[in-house]
């Protein structure tokens, strides 16, 4: 299932909607208000151009912040050259909470920043009221960008599976097509089915803890590639993420590993070799090749794309 095509650090994927979105993101769950705008301008320094944050993180407003930073010291970046992507979580769900949070996205943001490229539902860990409410409201922002609260430019959601996905196309005030679907993809849960639907609709898939948040780094089989082919284990996942055609999202608090994570991808189109292989062969993808793994590592073990309403 990897999608060979010649990438680059700037590549970006171009949704449903017609917009683009650069496959590297950087990811900033975990990221403390008091480091959140400071790495966040490290990494638009070395060269991420989409930023991850969310409302459960407590941190996008410094997440904003950085950018904006950025921006004013690099007068040759424009604010459409950076995506910015939030959510909503599961406690502001509803139509009238949704509303109400979005309202705080913009407060939280206007400041630095006049719009976002993308908000997602956190998850479906709610009801099918919540849910669609929730997607009501934001459909409204993309339908009637005028409405003086907040340009969204995109909307998608996160940690859904077949029937949340399902739920939403038979409702029938359903209009937008959520642009991605962001999830936790990894060699041990490749979520095989799910991509297919997801290909099927046309909707990208985005991949969260694409390290494993670090737990499987040290992995017997991963640590043997990494020694016969001199390649990290961190670099063979996230090439291994970029193979298999995700936006990947990455988190450090580290600058220099922030880079390191950006610097496996070539400079620019066409430098890679030419193989479209990023480097990995096809005995590194085949021990990776895990399709009926489902190990899931975030959400307390338990896959929210299962979750079934109480
Ligand atoms: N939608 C959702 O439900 C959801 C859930 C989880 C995550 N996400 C998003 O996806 C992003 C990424 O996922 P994640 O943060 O869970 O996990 P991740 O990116 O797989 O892993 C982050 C961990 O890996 C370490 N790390 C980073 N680069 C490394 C390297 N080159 N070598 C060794 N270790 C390295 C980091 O440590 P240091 O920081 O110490 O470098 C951190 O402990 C999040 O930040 C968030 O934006 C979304």
Request: glycine share 6%.
């Amino acid at each position: 299932m990897t999608h060979q095509r010649s990438l680059h650090k700037f590549s970006t994927s171009e949704l449903n909607n017609g917009q683009h979105i650069p496959i590297a993101g950087f990811g900033t769950y975990l990221i403390s208000v008091e480091k959140a705008a400071t790495l966040v301008y490290d990494a638009l320094d070395a060269g991420y151009r989409h930023i991850d944050t969310a409302i459960a993180y407590k941190n996008q407003r410094e997440v904003a912040q950085g950018v904006a930073r950025f921006l004013q010291d690099h007068p040759n970046v424009q604010r459409k050259d950076i995506w910015f992507t939030t959510k909503i979580a599961n406690e502001n769900q509803g139509y009238e909470n949704t509303q109400k949070a979005v309202q705080q996205i913009s407060d939280d943001t206007k400041e630095f920043i006049d719009y976002v490229d993308l908000i997602l539902i956190h998850s479906p860990k709610t009801s099918t009221k919540e849910r669609l409410g929730t997607y009501k409201a934001l459909q409204e922002y993309v339908l009637e960008p005028n409405n003086g609260v907040l340009s969204v430019k995109s909307i998608g959601v996160s940690n859904y599976g077949i029937a949340h996905l399902e739920e939403l196309f038979h409702w029938e005030g359903f209009k937008v097509k959520p642009v991605i679907n962001q999830l936790e993809l990894h060699p041990w849960l490749p979520r095989v089915g799910l991509r297919e639907y997801l290909d099927k609709h046309e909707i990208l898939a985005e991949a969260y803890s694409p390290l494993t948040r670090g737990r499987r780094l040290d992995d017997p089989e991963l640590l043997e590639l990494s020694q016969r082919y001199n390649l990290s284990p961190a670099e063979i996942l996230l090439k291994w993420s970029y193979l298999q055609g995700f936006i990947v999202l990455v988190k450090t608090e580290s600058p220099k590993r922030a880079k390191d994570n950006l610097d496996l991808l070539p400079d620019s189109k066409g430098s890679d070799g030419g193989d479209g292989m990023l480097g990995l062969n096809s005995e590194i993808l085949k021990v990776l090749d895990k399709p009926e793994s489902k190990v899931v590592l975030t959400w307390g073990g338990i896959d929210p794309t299962l979750y079934k309403d109480e």
